[in-house]
């Protein structure tokens, strides 16, 4: 399903899969699914077509549409094909909420797909809805007592984007906060003492 536009040529997009959930075994009469979204970056392309790549037509659902995978031979039917495209150490992206454009998340693609899904198995006489999670708010304890002092020697490492305070004064600040542990400035990872090591 098309998501947003990534400039020029190509067109982000979520695939969504659907994968047999963990507590699904054969014979239950109740079958569960996982709905999985993954985001795709599209772009057109022009014939010749190699047959042996796989091409995509693009198919306008109400105000929506998305990309279908063509059939061999048929591309040279379709006004405008599309391939997947990807670039090497940079995966396609779709944010999950986008505020901007709220029909450009992932979430509420999938959220669309699921209920045009139940829609869709309901005219097939398949009775199927959505599983609902409920989360209670967990009671914090009224005393946490963490024996910080085992860890000894503490490694913090400076991974901000923007130093705009030393970092030795902010290991100067943990040192006077716990006096049982000793603080260390580490100018590479690699060098963190056996006991612990934060990152700042």
């Not at 098309?2 to 009469?29: H, M, N």
């Not at 061999?72 to 944010?95: C, H, L």
């Not at 829609?119 to 009775?127: A, W």
Request: glycine share 8%; charged share 25%; with cysteine.
């Amino acid at each position: 399903m098309y998501a947003r536009s990534g400039g020029g040529d190509f067109l982000y997009c979520v695939e969504v899969e659907l994968k047999g959930a963990p507590t699904k075994t054969e014979g239950t009469p109740t079958q569960e699914f996982r709905i999985v979204p993954h985001a795709r970056r599209f772009g057109r392309v022009e014939p010749p077509y190699q047959p042996s790549r796989p091409l995509f037509g693009k198919r306008a659902v109400g105000n929506k549409f998305f990309f279908m995978h063509l059939k061999s031979g048929v591309a040279e039917q379709e006004p405008a094909v599309y391939d997947i495209v990807t670039f090497p150490g940079r995966r396609a992206q779709v944010k999950y909420h986008d505020p901007r454009d709220p029909d450009a998340g992932k979430g509420k693609i999938v959220l669309d797909f699921i209920q045009q899904f139940l829609v869709d198995l309901k005219e097939l006489g398949i009775t199927g809805h959505a599983k609902e999670r409920t989360f209670t708010r967990a009671s914090p304890p009224k005393h946490v007592d963490l024996p910080v002092q085992r860890l000894g020697l503490v490694g913090v490492y400076d991974n901000r984007l923007q130093r705009a305070h030393l970092l030795a004064d902010y290991v100067d600040l943990f040192n006077s906060m716990s006096p049982g542990v000793h603080f260390v400035a580490l100018d590479d990872v690699r060098n963190a003492p056996s006991g612990a090591y934060w990152y700042y």
